[in-house]
């Protein structure tokens, strides 16, 4: 979905936003017209506060994050890969800030995370799919709790930073994306600083991480 020019210039309208950042806000707009729902009703159920939610909405607004436009879009039940291809030219094209690092979690890989498979990993997919690897069942452990508590902490709105010490294959990172899993429910995004090195990729880009982003 594409509305720009052939030449590279992106189309506006004429309050000055860009078609995709148009079509993204009427679509909104429709879902919720279409569930009969409030805006205070929505950000409850998008987990969203009332601001921001207002802000996505709003006519010559900065353009929504990835993070709130996944939020609802799962929420009034439209199609969230549609929506963020908007949300990605809307705010490539001029519109808003340089999105923050990461993805939504739910577009994340468990593997593509350093998650180890647990002996052989078995492939599952379609016709029109490569396939992705299945996880094994997962056993939960004491530092579970813990972590469990740090996402509902986080969830109502205050920052934590939790340390799991272990040799490795340990299940470390199987246990930090479990336990990130009710925050992908809530359109949350997650970044995996990597390249070069972990510790570069974070002093170089950590300024630039948006809210309700997992690290």
């Known amino acids: ?32 017209a279409r569930m009969r729902l409030n805006k205070t009703v929505l950000a409850g159920r998008a987990g969203l506060g009332r601001t921001t939610l207002s802000e996505a909405f709003q ?4 353009v929504p994050s990835a993070q709130t436009v996944g939020a ?38 468990p593997h593509d995370l350093e998650v180890h498979p647990a002996g052989h990993s078995r ?39 939790v340390v799991l010490v272990g040799t490795s294959s340990t299940g470390k990172t199987r246990a930090c994306w479990e336990a990130v899993q009710p925050l992908a429910e809530k359109g949350w995004g997650l970044w995996h600083p990597f390249d070069p090195t972990r510790a570069e990729a974070a002093l170089e880009d950590l300024h630039r991480v948006g809210p309700r982003t997992v690290v």
Do not use: F, K
């Not at 004429?14 to 679509?27: F, M, V, W």
């Open 1 to 32: 979905m594409n509305t720009s020019r052939p030449g590279g210039e992106h189309v506006h309208d004429h309050n000055g936003d860009s078609l995709a950042l148009t079509d993204l806000r009427r679509r909104l707009e429709a879902g919720r």
């Open 59 to 62: 006519t010559d607004g900065p």
């Open 72 to 109: 609802l879009a799962r929420a009034l039940g439209l199609p969230v890969g549609e929506l963020l291809e908007l949300q990605r030219e809307a705010a490539g094209g001029g519109g808003g800030e340089r999105p923050g690092p990461g993805r939504l979690i739910g577009e994340w890989e």
């Open 123 to 161: 492939v599952v997919g379609g016709a029109d799919a490569s396939g992705s690897r299945v996880l094994s069942g997962y056993v939960r452990r004491e530092h579970d709790r813990v972590l469990d508590e740090a996402v509902r902490d986080v969830a109502a709105g205050c920052s934590r930073i």
